[in-house]
């Protein structure tokens, strides 16, 4: 078939037809240019929020790392500081309770006053302390046949040495004499002398069993002032601390005395089974 001539009528249906379908295309072009250029932006969209996104999470779950790291270091320094915390109050509890022990030892620690016996062995005068002040409450050992009292203000203490029949008289400052009568003089100047008398007359009673009646006198007991072989009655003797004097009461004798504790009216005393009170000025009261 001839091509038609650019003057017919079907040349110029064919001319439009082109025209159409060039058009067409350009379009048919222009969309899937557009279509593709849309794809890949929202392609190249999609990639960088996605890598937007791991990043993000990558940063939060490294942050999340360093925040467990910092939290288990925080958590093991809070327990090793805890544990130096707990060790520091250890040893301040140790050295508070070794502090409290020393002053519980220095508490308990007996205090004494060392007493030389005639034996020669030596005894111990127990005193607590308080405010500087010393108050006897004990001696201890105390050999056999040896006794002893404690003034009422518990500022002195007596020893009664039942060998050798001497008392001897201690105060809280350490002080230490012996208060015995050492000698007695008769009406006829004659002298008998403690020991010479005890040599002699075996059995004899010197002084025995003193105690103090107040805080300034000590009675005993003694056969004084008579001697010899013959069955004997036994007195009460008075001495003053103070002045060293000893004074026969004659008002208390007896065959058989024995003398009992100090009360708030006196020292209890029993004469031949007769029960009496000695107050401090040495009258007898039922």
């Avoid at 379009?27 to 999609?46: D, H, Q, R």
């Avoid at 308080?130 to 007596?158: C, H, M, Q, W, Y």
């Avoid at 002699?200 to 300034?216: E, H, L, Q, R, V």
């Avoid at 004074?247 to 504790?261: A, C, D, F, P, R």
Wanted: hydrophobic fraction near 30%; charge should be neutral.
């Amino acid at each position: 078939m001839g091509k038609p001539s650019i003057f017919s009528k079907e040349y110029e249906k064919r001319m439009k037809k082109r025209k159409k379908r060039i058009l067409v295309i350009l379009l048919i072009i222009l969309c899937m240019s557009g279509v593709i250029t849309t794809l890949n932006f929202k392609f190249f969209s999609l990639t960088n929020i996605r890598q937007k996104v791991e990043t993000t999470l990558n940063n939060k779950n490294k942050d999340n790392v360093l925040s467990d790291t910092a939290i288990q270091d925080n958590g093991t320094n809070q327990v090793q500081e805890n544990k130096n915390i707990s060790q520091e109050s250890k040893e301040v509890s140790q050295e508070n309770t070794a502090g409290e022990n020393e002053n519980k030892d220095e508490d308990n620690e007996e205090k004494y006053i060392e007493v030389t016996l005639s034996s020669g062995n030596i005894a111990r005068a127990i005193y607590d302390e308080e405010s500087g002040k010393r108050k006897f409450k004990a001696l201890i050992p105390i050999e056999e046949g040896t006794t002893f009292d404690i003034s009422p203000n518990k500022d002195f203490l007596i020893i009664n040495d039942g060998g050798t029949q001497q008392i001897k008289f201690v105060d809280t400052r350490g002080t230490q004499k012996n208060i015995t009568y050492p000698s007695y003089t008769t009406k006829n100047k004659e002298v008998i002398v403690r020991e010479t008398m005890l040599n002699d007359y075996p059995g004899y009673t010197w002084s025995k069993n003193a105690k103090f009646i107040d805080d300034t006198h000590v009675v005993y007991l003694s056969q004084l002032p008579y001697f010899g072989k013959n069955q004997l009655l036994t007195y009460m003797w008075s001495i003053d601390i103070n002045t060293g004097v000893h004074t026969t009461l004659w008002n208390v004798k007896g065959s058989n005395i024995k003398i009992g504790n100090l009360t708030d009216n006196g020292l209890e005393v029993e004469i031949d089974g007769n029960k009496k009170i000695l107050t401090p000025n040495a009258t007898l009261i039922q």
